[in-house]
Each structure stands twice: as C-alpha cells, then as structure tokens.
C-alpha cells in the first residue's frame, strides 16, 4: 500500500523545513522584540503607568526643595521628558525622589540636630 502516487521530493522536503524554521525562527524574534521595547509591558501595565504618572506629578510639581542636594539635578528634565519615559526609569526616578525626600526630613528632625542629640544623651540622670 502506497501514501503517495507520486511522492515529494527530498528537495522539496528539505526546503519546506527549512523555511518553516525560518518563520518560527522570526516569529520568536518579532516577540521578543515587542517585550524588550516595552510594546507588551506598556499594555500590560497601562494602570500601573497611570499610577506613576500621578505620583510623578505631584513630586515634580512640590520641586526640587525639599531633596537632597545630590538629587536636585534630577528636576533638570522637563516633566513631558520625565513622563515619555519607560515604567522603570519612571519608578526610579520617583524612589529617588521618595527616598531623598525621607532623607532630608528624618535629617532635620530634633533627634538629629545637635541640641536634640544633648537632650538625649548629655543630660544629668535622675
């Protein structure tokens, strides 16, 4: 019992292998294209970017007074700039932001001036 009446040929089989590995192949490279440019992750965390958007907002609009002074060239970008940026550059620039603005507050606290720190340690015990 014969498949075929008249059979493919190796060549024949070959090529189509061959280009079947070859669109599988750019297929794979189309979609690892869309997630390393952030076409997929944009999507996908279209709520997220919202989110951040606010934040950033918020803490660009307070300025650049109350950061660190190592932190204030980060208010040299212009807002739009800040905002076309991708969701991970967003969340860094608003942790450094949170987390000099923490800075600058837990330092000017009562506790770390120097009449705080006589209070609490160079007072006469009882």
Not at 31 to 60: T, W
Not at 73 to 91: C, G, N, P, Q, T
Not at 92 to 98: A, D, G, K, S, V
Request: charged share 30%.
């Amino acid at each position: 019992m014969r498949m075929y009446s008249n059979p493919p040929s190796v060549h024949h089989w070959a090529k189509n292998v061959i280009l079947q590995l070859y669109q599988t192949s750019k297929d794979m490279w189309h979609h690892r294209n869309e997630i390393v440019h952030e076409c997929i992750e944009e999507k996908l965390n279209q709520k997220e970017s919202d989110q951040l958007r606010e934040k950033i907002v918020i803490e660009y609009e307070k300025g650049s007074g109350g950061v660190l002074l190592i932190h204030k060239h980060m208010f040299s970008e212009r807002l739009a700039d800040l905002l076309e940026k991708a969701v991970i550059e967003k969340k860094y620039w608003l942790m450094q932001i949170e987390a000099s603005r923490a800075c600058v507050k837990k330092l000017s606290s009562p506790d770390h001036d120097m009449q705080g720190i006589l209070k609490k340690f160079a007072t006469v015990p009882d």
